[in-house]
């Protein structure tokens, strides 16, 4: 199984989505958090304390705090808290329809409630349905791993180096159709057009265009980002950044943007702010450093949070070699 740098891919998902990055943003340690409580042997929510008069009181219990820190990083984080239209880990979907992080920090609460919630979650995770989904979430990202690592090792086998560009249709949602609808809908209409930009791409040989790749992505705005990633050869270090004809960029313009509310733009790859530089030379030292970042983004991410549960966010659509 592929592994990632844990900081490079919580600024990764925060970039992504046009969130600040930080502790109670990071869904890896919400996911951790969850598998400590699917294995906690001592789940009572109130434990009594006797105070030096004799008189009992009810305290909560550690599992308790914890619970409550769990259920506050749920309600605070906007990729889990139902204010964007992603797919999570099996994990985390199945704590989140427990409907606990749907409680108000002054609602009074039945600890019996609490309690029979987490036994269920607890036994949900040990069934066969839980186990199938989960391999199931990790097979998608792994397929994409293998793809990506398959497709860079032939890249930089029959080239010196790389710059990536980035074409970016920026479309917002329909507020007014179902949440999952929406994205289904949109990425259905980003497919039926990739065949003909890619034509629109590569129609220049001059460009030197050596593969397409395209990664989709859901922001804070609401809006569905699909963005087609340009391989272009670069011999040297100090070759001149640019592409020589980009009068592709008017043709998919012309294409969608008449027709649509959605926008497209070109620019040199910086996925977000997440990339320091959209060039890669074979022999630079920095070289496997940059493309395990590169990976982070658009595969890495894949495997805590997506469009689809079932499909990945990161394709290849085109390779020269």
């Given at each position: 199984?592929?592994?990632?740098?844990?900081?490079?891919?919580?600024?990764?998902?925060?970039?992504?989505?046009?969130?600040?990055?930080?502790?109670?943003?990071?869904?890896?340690?919400?996911?951790?958090?969850?598998?400590?409580?699917?294995?906690?042997?001592?789940?009572?929510?109130?434990?009594?304390?006797?105070?030096?008069?004799?008189?009992?009181?009810a305290r909560p219990t550690k599992f308790a705090l914890n619970l409550s820190e769990?259920?506050?990083?749920?309600?605070?984080?906007?990729?889990?808290?139902?204010?964007?239209?992603?797919?999570?880990?099996?994990?985390?979907?199945?704590?989140?329809?427990?409907?606990?992080?749907?409680?108000?920090?002054?609602?009074?609460?039945?600890?019996?409630?609490?309690?029979?919630?987490?036994?269920?979650?607890?036994?949900?995770?040990?069934?066969?349905?839980?186990?199938?989904?989960?391999?199931?979430?990790?097979?998608?990202?792994?397929?994409?791993?293998?793809?990506?690592?398959?497709?860079?090792?032939?890249?930089?086998?029959?080239?010196?180096?790389?710059?990536?560009?980035?074409?970016?249709?920026?479309?917002?949602?329909?507020?007014?159709?179902?949440?999952?609808?929406?994205?289904?809908?949109?990425?259905?209409?980003?497919?039926?057009?990739?065949?003909?930009?890619?034509?629109?791409?590569?129609?220049?040989?001059?460009?030197?265009?050596?593969?397409?790749?395209?990664?989709?992505?859901?922001?804070?705005?609401?809006?569905?980002?699909?963005?087609?990633?340009?391989?272009?050869?670069?011999?040297?270090?100090?070759?001149?950044?640019?592409?020589?004809?980009?009068?592709?960029?008017?043709?998919?313009?012309?294409?969608?943007?008449?027709?649509?509310?959605?926008?497209?733009?070109?620019?040199?790859?910086?996925?977000?702010?997440?990339?320091?530089?959209?060039?890669?030379?074979?022999?630079?030292?920095?070289?496997?450093?940059?493309?395990?970042?590169?990976?982070?983004?658009?595969?890495?991410?894949?495997?805590?949070?997506?469009?689809?549960?079932?499909?990945?966010?990161?394709?290849?659509?085109?390779?020269?070699?």
């Open positions: 199984m592929t592994t990632y740098n844990v900081l490079h891919l919580n600024v990764a998902i925060a970039c992504m989505h046009g969130i600040p990055a930080g502790a109670s943003k990071c869904i890896l340690s919400l996911q951790q958090k969850l598998k400590r409580i699917t294995s906690c042997s001592s789940i009572e929510m109130l434990k009594s304390i006797t105070d030096k008069d004799g008189i009992q009181h769990t259920i506050g990083l749920v309600q605070q984080n906007p990729l889990v808290n139902g204010q964007m239209r992603i797919s999570l880990p099996p994990l985390i979907e199945g704590f989140k329809r427990l409907g606990l992080p749907y409680f108000g920090v002054d609602q009074p609460i039945n600890p019996n409630f609490f309690q029979n919630a987490i036994k269920h979650f607890q036994l949900n995770t040990q069934t066969r349905a839980f186990d199938e989904a989960k391999q199931a979430w990790l097979e998608v990202s792994e397929h994409s791993a293998k793809g990506f690592d398959k497709a860079i090792k032939t890249l930089l086998k029959n080239v010196k180096g790389i710059d990536l560009y980035e074409l970016i249709i920026c479309t917002p949602l329909n507020p007014h159709l179902i949440a999952g609808l929406s994205v289904t809908n949109q990425t259905q209409y980003s497919h039926s057009l990739d065949k003909e930009i890619i034509q629109l791409i590569c129609k220049n040989e001059m460009n030197a265009v050596c593969a397409v790749m395209c990664k989709s992505e859901i922001n804070m705005h609401q809006h569905y980002v699909y963005r087609y990633i340009m391989a272009v050869q670069c011999e040297y270090v100090d070759d001149p950044i640019g592409i020589i004809d980009n009068s592709f960029v008017n043709e998919v313009q012309n294409l969608i943007e008449p027709y649509s509310n959605s926008r497209v733009y070109f620019q040199p790859c910086n996925l977000n702010g997440f990339m320091a530089t959209h060039r890669f030379m074979k022999n630079d030292p920095q070289c496997k450093a940059q493309i395990k970042r590169l990976k982070t983004y658009l595969v890495g991410t894949d495997t805590l949070v997506r469009l689809h549960s079932d499909q990945p966010s990161f394709r290849i659509l085109y390779t020269k070699f």
